[in-house]
């Protein structure tokens, strides 16, 4: 790995990070674009997921014992489906489009938070729903964490609870999504 590689990467890594250890989540949505400055697609996916598996062992080991496990149930199931939708679209697309629809998807969910953020109200199946879209964007871009959020606070009430949860939904399944991208590094 050459240093101005090494450098995209400890740039895009810490701020993306950065930013999610002050908001809670955003973590991907920061580095992934940095990380395109340097690298192709599949390898900033595998690194940021990578990162996400070691911090995912503290976090999850840390809030164990207020992590909502039913809803964690509910958007696993329906995130696995997602999550091989993402990564079979991710392995036989283009990067061009990929990288554009990246950009509409960074692009809308900041309209959603700065044009009025209102929550959304989810029933059983909205949530579903947002579950296979969250794994979905998570296997393609490993950047479902705001879809998630959506979920979880629909669900959860207390905010010790909210965070312990999103943060083992969205960590859990990307630590599989990591067993899928560690190849594409080598």
Request: aromatic content about 14%.
């Amino acid at each position: 790995m050459d240093t101005e590689l090494l450098l995209i990467l400890i740039i895009g890594i810490f701020l993306g990070f950065y930013i999610q250890t002050v908001v809670g989540f955003a973590g991907s949505l920061i580095a992934l674009p940095i990380l395109l400055f340097g690298m192709e697609l599949p390898d900033a996916i595998a690194y940021i997921s990578i990162f996400y598996l070691f911090s995912s062992v503290f976090l999850i080991s840390k809030e164990w014992k207020k992590i909502d496990r039913n809803i964690i149930m509910k958007l696993i199931l329906a995130s696995v489906i997602g999550v091989v939708l993402g990564t079979l679209v991710l392995s036989f697309s283009k990067p061009i489009f990929l990288k554009k629809g990246l950009g509409v998807f960074i692009l809308l969910y900041l309209a959603y938070v700065y044009f009025g953020k209102r929550q959304v109200k989810l029933n059983k199946a909205g949530i579903v729903v947002f579950g296979v879209f969250a794994g979905f964007f998570s296997g393609l871009f490993s950047t479902g964490g705001p879809l998630y959020v959506m979920c979880v606070e629909n669900s959860v009430k207390n905010a010790t609870t909210f965070r312990a949860t999103k943060h083992s939904t969205s960590d859990l399944l990307r630590r599989k999504i990591s067993d899928f991208y560690v190849g594409s590094i080598q």
